[in-house]
C-alpha cells in the first residue's frame, strides 16, 4: 500500500494499520534473531512490525531491523514513557505503540515525529487521545475489556476513530473484530509463537503472515 520502503517519508497511525490486517506484536530475546524474523514476515505480506520494548535486547533489535531490512517498517511497542518514546526513535522506530495513554507519551511521539497508536480501553480514554489529535486508537486489551460488543458501542459516539484491537485476538476470532467498520487491523502476538522464533524455523512465521494476511477486512 502507500508504504513501501523504511524511508518512505511521513507516516499516519492511520496507515500503519490500514498495510495490513494484523500488525504481529513481537517479543525479541535475541536481538540475532531480528532481521531474520523480520524478514520472515515480510516474505508472507506483513510489513508494519511493533517489536516491543519489554526485553534488554528491545532497542538492538528495532536498531537491526531498521537498518537490515529496508522493505519493512519497524514500530516500537509497549512505549510507556517520553524516554520509550525518544530512544524508539533514536534507534529507528517509525511508529510507537502503546498499552495505554498519556499526554506526556503522545506529546513525546510527536516531537520525534513518531505516529502513535494509543491504547484505549474506556471512552474517557478515548476521549482524552482524540483531545491530543489522535484518532486511530489501539484498544487494549481487546477481548478482556469488552471485545467486539464494545467496539460496537464506541461506533456511535466514536463513529471517527479507527481501532486495531490487541490482547487475546487469534486467528480463530479476527475475522470478527476485522468485519467491523470501526476496527482497520488488528494486533497479536500469534504470527510470532516463542518456539519457532528461537528455533529459526522462519518458514513457520512466513506461513503465518501469509494466513494473517488473508483475513478480510471491512474498515476503509
Ligand atoms: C500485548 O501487548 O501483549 C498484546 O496485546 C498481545 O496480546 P496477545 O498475546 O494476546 O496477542
Given at each position: 500500500m502507500a508504504v513501501t520502503t523504511q524511508r518512505a517519508g511521513p507516516l499516519s497511525a492511520l496507515q500503519v494499520m490500514q498495510d495490513a490486517p494484523v500488525i504481529p506484536v513481537i517479543v525479541l530475546?535475541?536481538?540475532?534473531h531480528a532481521v531474520a524474523l523480520a524478514r520472515a514476515l515480510v516474505a508472507g505480506g506483513i510489513r508494519m512490525l511493533e517489536v516491543t520494548l519489554?526485553?534488554?535486547?528491545a532497542l538492538a533489535c528495532i536498531e537491526a531491523v531498521a537498518q537490515g531490512v529496508p522493505e519493512a517498517v519497524v514500530g516500537a511497542g509497549t512505549v510507556r514513557s517520553a524516554a520509550d518514546a525518544q530512544a524508539s526513535a533514536l534507534a529507528g522506530a517509525r511508529f510507537a505503540v502503546s498499552p495505554g495513554y498519556t499526554h506526556a507519551v503522545g506529546q513525546a511521539c510527536r516531537d520525534a515525529g513518531l505516529p502513535l497508536l494509543p491504547g484505549v480501553a474506556s471512552a474517557s480514554d478515548i476521549m482524552r487521545a482524540q483531545e491530543d489529535?489522535?484518532?486511530?486508537l489501539k484498544f487494549f486489551p481487546a477481548l478482556q475489556a469488552g471485545g467486539t460488543a464494545m467496539l460496537k458501542a464506541w461506533g456511535g459516539p466514536f463513529g471517527d476513530v479507527r481501532f486495531c484491537p490487541t490482547g487475546g485476538v487469534t486467528m480463530a476470532n479476527a475475522a470478527e473484530f476485522l468485519a467491523?467498520?470501526?476496527?482497520?487491523c488488528v494486533g497479536g502476538s500469534w504470527l510470532t509463537p516463542l518456539e519457532p522464533v528461537a528455533g529459526g524455523d522462519w518458514a513457520r512465521i512466513t506461513e503465518l503472515a501469509r494466513q494473517a494476511c488473508q483475513l478480510a477486512r471491512r474498515a476503509a
Open positions: 530475546n535475541d536481538v540475532r519489554r526485553t534488554p535486547q489529535g489522535w484518532n486511530a467491523l467498520p470501526n476496527v482497520a
